[in-house]
């Protein structure tokens, strides 16, 4: 194992500890990843079938730009093509995937895309907290890795590092894991602030 994929290892174990404290991956679901290379595109990707509150720095695999890998015994989680293609189209250095329900039943109530504005929480997903209108993207869900990144660059603006999949998940992304964590625990409760504030609502 090279340097650079041992420390991937080690970071990707502690976020998977931390993510599942929080109760975002549960049983094995979820993964991370974090770029290793951008020409030609290389990632550590957590393995397929883990629990991720039980992962060692040994559990990353590399895998390429389609998501596919060259180890003859690791086995990259399924979402792996859609991470390397977050990774390429939107330049980010790490991407994070949980199951948290927020995300999800916003997707629910808002299908065409999840509109946040006039919240202080936005500063820490990269935006104001007035006049600043952001609207989270929302694709359907697939288990074809193209279709799901299709739609996602389809979808993809510059200034709203998140992904919605209807009845899935969630996907933030950042320059690194930390500050892909950051955004996704700021996102994950304003999530929670609109799919809590409209059950409430008269
Ligand atoms: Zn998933």
Not at 21 to 39: F, H, I, K, P, Y
Not at 159 to 164: K, M
Request: aromatic share 4%; proline share 5%.
């Amino acid at each position: 194992m090279t340097p650079d994929l041992a420390r991937a290892g080690e970071e990707l174990a502690a976020e998977c500890a931390r993510y599942t404290a929080m109760g975002w991956m549960r049983g094995t679901s979820g993964n991370l990843s974090v770029v290793l290379d951008r020409d030609p595109l290389r990632l550590a990707v957590t393995v397929s079938g883990k629990d991720k509150g039980e992962l060692t720095p040994d559990d990353v695999v590399v895998v390429d730009a389609d998501g596919a890998t060259e180890d003859p015994v690791k086995v990259p989680s399924a979402e792996a093509g859609l991470h390397a293609r977050i990774a390429a189209v939107a330049g980010a250095g790490a991407v994070v995937h949980v199951h948290a329900l927020a995300p999800v039943v916003a997707a629910e109530l808002w299908p065409d895309g999840v509109e946040l504005r006039d919240l202080e929480m936005l500063k820490g997903f990269g935006r104001a907290a007035h006049d600043d209108r952001v609207v989270v993207p929302v694709v359907p869900n697939s288990q074809d890795m193209r279709v799901l990144g299709n739609a996602f660059e389809a979808g993809f603006r510059a200034d709203v590092p998140a992904l919605l999949v209807a009845r899935h998940g969630v996907y933030v992304w950042g320059e690194d894991l930390r500050r892909a964590r950051h955004r996704l625990e700021c996102l994950e409760w304003l999530l929670r602030f609109k799919v809590e504030t409209r059950r409430h609502a008269p």
